[in-house]
Every structure is written in structure tokens, then in C-alpha cells.
């Protein structure tokens, strides 16, 4: 088999609960958590559609994965490969749900005709990459995966190796979730999953459950080789990763970290890498009492304690399910930008209870970048790791 062709990430496109496009998401994860809901409350359709029946026409999370796909093209500037080479992959946890729980009332209270016609086209799950394919007449491979919590890590691994084997050789890969609608929020409160205090507390000895959001984000990935040919600016590499499955339960995680462990080596395997060489671990670190303590000790069992530096950026965003993992991967990458790693807002006593691995606590923390991972642990026990490296 012909060696893998490197990947070059050259765009990053955000939409979060703790601001909107590159720049403000930073300053929102040095910042404290919001107290109110984390919905992006900042978030303007019309900043990003041409047309206004365009956005009606969308789902919430179309119109994310659309709006961040539009600051990472920006970002990365003209791309030089074939149309039919550019892909999209762009995933979401549940889809346009905000739609269905809508035409379902309509259905019920007003009857079948009033059912919009457009109802299919915006509540399916690839309607976000489709809108992209389209918007920016992209011809390669489009698809959208849905592995709950995992989406947007395993999105853009798999987006990572279809230019890794020659399928592509550029891609717009992420996720976009908009589900804080009543049926999804009634569902995980009643499952017991949600903090009841609102406040997310990763690795705290007082955790309760995590706090809910909506986002989206993504990444122009392309390959290597024709990024610097370009002039391009290259912001980082995808240097491996990993999707791999629990096979134990559909919301509990293995026990002893077993799964999260076989995922994040099965990622430095795929890297050529080992542990000593990881500098920063982006955790799934949901403020969840068993994701928490399985992945403290996945991470403390391979890395040794303390090891490398942990932090949990769900801290300040709550968890936006399959967008969270795409939106943690380009908070790793602006942390090598800017050379500090942002803090876990939220964690005031480390609970003694886990492994004491090193979580960056109170203030932000300056690093060399150096070799990093992402990690995403999703409903259906879904593992993905990302190994995201600094431009070299």
C-alpha cells in the first residue's frame, strides 16, 4: 500500500453558544460559562444566505454547518483542486428535529395541508452537507454520518482519510446540531442526563450532568502537498485517528476507560506516535459521572499520571452532541494558534475519586504546541480521537 498522503487543515468556521466565527469562540473559552441557555444567541441567518427564502428553507442546523463552512472557505482562500475532488462531510447527531417537532404540531392542530412541502429536505440529517455541496458546487463524495456525540470527531477523521487515499483532495468536514427543542430536552432531562443546577462542571467532585447547547463547526482539510503549492496558510494536521465501538451499552460508557483507552492508542497507532509524544488532550469531558470517570482513567492508563495536559472545553460550551466534537477540534487548533490552553470553566475540586490526571483549572495555561488529541465519546458507544498536530 502507497504511503498516506499528509493532510493539511487551512480554514476553520464556527458557530457556537459562546460567539459566532473564529474570534469570538476564543474569547468565549477564556471566558466564564454563560448562565443562560446555550443556544447561539448571537447567530444571524441573513449574515451568511443571499436569499431570504433560502433560510427558511433550512433547518437551524443546516444554517449552522452552512455558516461555518463560509468563514473556513473564506479563511482558506482559492482552492486549486478539481471540483470533482472536493468533498463534503458534515455530520449531526439527530438532524433538523426543530423541524419535525414543528410539522408534527402542525399535522396535529391544523391538519395535513398545512404541511410544508419543504418539511423532508430540512429535518433530514444530510441536509447540511448537501447545502454546502451545493452553496459552493463542491462534486466529490457528500455525505453525512451520525454517530451521536462522536459526529463531528468522526467526521472529520473519515473527511481526513479520503484525502489520505486519493479520493479527495480537499473536504469541508464537521458538524451542526440545533436539537434544544422540547422533545430533546424533555427526553435527556427525564433520562437523568442533564445537569439540574445548570452548570457544566467536567471532572468535578459535584458534577451533575451536562448542559445542553447547539453549534456547528468545521474544517477545510486539504492535501498537503497542493495547500503549500497555493501559498496556502496550513493551521495544523490531521495526523491520525479513530473510530472504533464500546460494544457494552447504549448510554453507559465500558468500564475502566477500556474503550476510551483502545480509541485514543488506536489513534497514536495511526499517527505513528506515541503517548510521550501527546502535549494536550482535548476530552470528550461531558461533566457526566461515568463518561468522566472512564475517560480520567483511560487517559491515566495510557499516559501515566499525571500526564498530558487535560482540559474540557464543554465547560464553557455545554455539549452540542454531534456538533461538540468538530467545535472541540478547532478549539485544539486555535490553543496551538495562540499558545495557551484554554481552562475547564466549571471545575473548582477535581473529584478525588479519578486518576489524578493534569486538568488545566482557573486560568488558561501556556504550552508549546506540540502533537494533540481530541477525543469524543458518544450514545451507542461511539469512540473517536482525533490527532490534530501543529503546522510543521
Known amino acids: 500500500m502507497s504511503e498516506k498522503r499528509r493532510v493539511a487543515i487551512t480554514g476553520l468556521g464556527v458557530v457556537s453558544p459562546v460567539g459566532i466565527g473564529q474570534a469570538a469562540y476564543w474569547e468565549g473559552l477564556l471566558a466564564p460559562q454563560p448562565t443562560e441557555a446555550r443556544r447561539a444567541h448571537d447567530f444571524e441567518p441573513k449574515d451568511f444566505y443571499d436569499e431570504p427564502k433560502a433560510i427558511r428553507r433550512a433547518d437551524r442546523f443546516e444554517q449552522f454547518a452552512v455558516a461555518a463552512s463560509k468563514e473556513a472557505l473564506e479563511q482558506a482562500g482559492d482552492l486549486t483542486a478539481d471540483r470533482a475532488k472536493r468533498g463534503v462531510l458534515i455530520g449531526t447527531g439527530i438532524g433538523g428535529v426543530q423541524t419535525h417537532e414543528d410539522q408534527t404540531l402542525i399535522l396535529d392542530q391544523k391538519g395535513a395541508r398545512r404541511v410544508s412541502p ?23 463524495p457528500c455525505e453525512s454520518l451520525a454517530t451521536a456525540c462522536a459526529t463531528g470527531t468522526h467526521a472529520i ?64 482539510l486539504e492535501e498537503w502537498g497542493q495547500a503549500e503549492a497555493r501559498g496556502a496558510n496550513i493551521l495544523g494536521e490531521v495526523l491520525g485517528s479513530a473510530s472504533l465501538a464500546d460494544a457494552h451499552h ?56 499525571p500526564g498530558p495536559i487535560v482540559t474540557s472545553t464543554k ?28 481552562p475547564t ?28 488529541l481530541s477525543n469524543s465519546f458518544g450514545f451507542g458507544g461511539h469512540n473517536g480521537t482525533l490527532v490534530l498536530g501543529p503546522p510543521r
Open 250 to 305: 447504549i448510554t453507559a460508557p465500558a468500564p475502566e476507560g477500556e474503550g476510551a483507552l483502545r480509541c485514543m492508542q488506536t489513534a497514536l497507532d495511526d499517527a505513528g506516535l506515541s503517548a510521550s509524544d501527546i502535549a494536550h488532550i482535548n476530552a470528550h469531558g461531558t461533566s457526566t459521572a461515568l463518561n468522566d470517570a472512564a475517560e480520567a482513567e483511560g487517559i491515566a492508563k495510557l499516559f501515566g499520571a
Open 118 to 140: 419543504f418539511v423532508v429536505p430540512m429535518m433530514m440529517a444530510n441536509a447540511g452537507a448537501a447545502a454546502v455541496s451545493i452553496r459552493w458546487g463542491f462534486q466529490g
Open 157 to 220: 477523521g473519515a473527511a481526513a482519510r479520503w484525502i489520505q487515499w486519493g479520493i479527495c483532495d480537499a473536504v469541508v468536514a464537521g458538524g451542526a446540531e440545533a436539537a434544544m427543542t422540547p422533545i430533546a430536552i424533555t427526553g435527556f432531562t427525564n433520562m437523568k442526563a442533564l445537569s439540574p443546577s445548570g452548570v457544566s462542571r467536567p471532572f468535578d467532585a459535584s458534577r451533575d450532568g451536562f448542559v445542553i447547547a447547539e453549534g456547528g463547526a468545521v474544517c477545510v
Open 315 to 342: 465547560g464553557v460550551t455545554g455539549h452540542s452532541l454531534g456538533a461538540a466534537g468538530a467545535l472541540e477540534a478547532v478549539a485544539v487548533l486555535l490553543a496551538m494558534q495562540h499558545g495557551v490552553v484554554p
Open 345 to 372: 470553566d466549571g471545575l473548582t475540586n477535581y473529584d478525588p475519586a479519578l486518576p489524578p490526571i493534569d486538568v488545566v483549572q482557573s486560568e488558561p495555561r501556556s504550552w508549546t504546541p506540540g502533537p494533540s
